[in-house]
């Protein structure tokens, strides 16, 4: 009887969810609409729980390392160790942003303005050094002859693609200002709700866990809630590991640069450190966009970054990523390397970033169901040539340490 209230429950279910998906396709437009509006509707909310999950990993660490030793019985330094601790990543992410504002940016455009001397100098020079190794070829030499840069062209043209950015932008002032206005009220909606999750992080985590094992059986309920715990520490460990091992090889790498009085040692420095937060290709990218402002001062230091950078990169992989990022993903290096491929493929830099700890929590789930089926089946391990299977007593203890 049981049995058949239990299959009449599934055939509804079935029926159910099978009339709601044609009535989706069927009215397909109206459903991306609805979906939309739900979107825009959610959407601040989304982003703030984004801004403190980024936020929560310096604020727990600073909070921990910093009121670590503080006594339990000091309630004034317990009520403000959370609001201390967030000032403080607040302070360190609006340092990060001036650093970059005031420091590259304005170094930035002074090499722009080099490079464009450099290319006009540089020109003759690549002239004079092909004519040397293809003085008997006269088609070649032609093409070469061919080349010439003019920086006033340059820079007119430079001039006209800021005008004409600069009307297309007064003839949609109304719009920008709307979209301003909007993108304020909305990132002030989601820095708000970021807040409030921060300061109450605790109590939230406590009435979601009530939540779950109120309308889940507690299996399931406990099952769900380990998988976001997983999720959580995956993606945090990720994030903290790429951080710390970013600004340690961009610091490496100014210092280097300054040492041997390679031009541009800051800007570059920084560079790679941003584009090292894209796992495997990133530093690579900032390395080709490095060589190439130092070739334009000095081809021969050019070739030398080069050498710096591979002896750098290794130092870096083989010393310093195993012990900042570590295991912390637990993802083998070819499933790193296809996380990478898929997350580029489908979204871009930030597919790479989010592909490598969401493909480590597939990578874990499924390794942990693989472990239980070869439990069922009595398997403890398997070789080449041989299937070891547990023996009684190692039975016995497995499961009485499943039911605790």
């Known amino acids: ?42 959407f601040p909310f989304v982003l703030g729980g984004a801004i403190a999950f980024l936020t929560n990993v310096p604020m727990s660490f600073l909070e921990k390392k910093i009121f670590e030793n503080v006594k339990k019985k000091n309630k004034i330094v317990r009520k403000l160790k959370r609001p201390i601790s967030l000032i403080l990543t ?11 504002m005031f420091g590259v940016i304005p170094q930035l455009t002074r090499t722009m303005g080099t ?60 719009s920008a200002v709307g979209s301003i206005v909007s993108g304020v009220a ?28 109120a309308f889940l059986p507690r299996q399931k309920a406990d099952t769900f809630l380990k998988v976001c715990s997983l999720t959580y520490r995956t993606f945090a460990n990720f994030l903290a590991g790429q951080c710390l091992e970013a600004v340690i090889l961009g610091s490496m790498f100014v210092v280097t640069l300054s040492i041997l009085r390679m031009p541009y040692a800051l800007l570059i420095g920084i560079l790679i450190a941003f584009t090292a937060l894209i796992p495997i290709f990133g530093a690579f990218i900032g390395c080709a966009v490095g060589s190439f402002l130092i070739f334009m001062v000095n081809p021969q230091q050019a070739i030398l970054f080069v050498i710096v950078f591979l002896v750098l990169q290794q130092i870096e992989g083989n010393l310093i ?20 491929t898929i997350g580029g493929n489908l979204m871009g830099i930030v597919g790479m970033l989010v592909f490598i700890p969401l493909l480590s929590v597939l990578y ?37 340490k499943s039911k605790l």
Request: glycine share 4%.
């Open 90 to 100: 607040i302070v360190l992410v609006v340092g990060v942003i001036a650093l970059v």
């Open 1 to 42: 009887m049981d049995l058949s209230k239990m299959s009449i429950k599934k055939i509804r279910e079935l029926i159910v969810f099978t009339a709601l998906l044609v009535v989706a396709l069927w009215k397909f437009d109206v459903v991306l609409g609805v979906l939309k509006t739900i979107w825009d509707i959610i």
């Open 321 to 340: 990523y195993p012990h900042v990022v570590g295991e912390s993903v637990g993802l083998p290096s070819i499933w790193v390397l296809a996380a990478v």
């Open 115 to 174: 490079l464009v001397t450099s290319i006009n100098d540089f020109i003759p020079q690549m002239q004079s050094w092909i004519g040397e190794f293809f003085h008997n070829n006269q088609e070649i030499m032609n093409l070469v002859d061919q080349i010439e840069f003019d920086p006033d062209q340059a820079i007119k043209w430079g001039i006209s693609l800021l005008g004409n950015g600069a009307g297309n932008m007064m003839n949609t002032t109304m």
């Open 186 to 213: 909305t990132f002030f909606i989601a820095f708000s709700f970021a807040c409030y999750i921060l300061f109450q992080k605790e109590n939230l985590h406590i009435q979601i866990r009530k939540v779950f094992f």
């Open 364 to 400: 874990t789930i499924f390794r942990e169901f693989v472990y239980l089926r070869l439990k069922k089946q009595n398997i403890k391990q398997v070789t080449k040539t041989e299937i070891e299977e547990y023996t009684e007593e190692e039975d016995i203890e497995e499961t009485e």
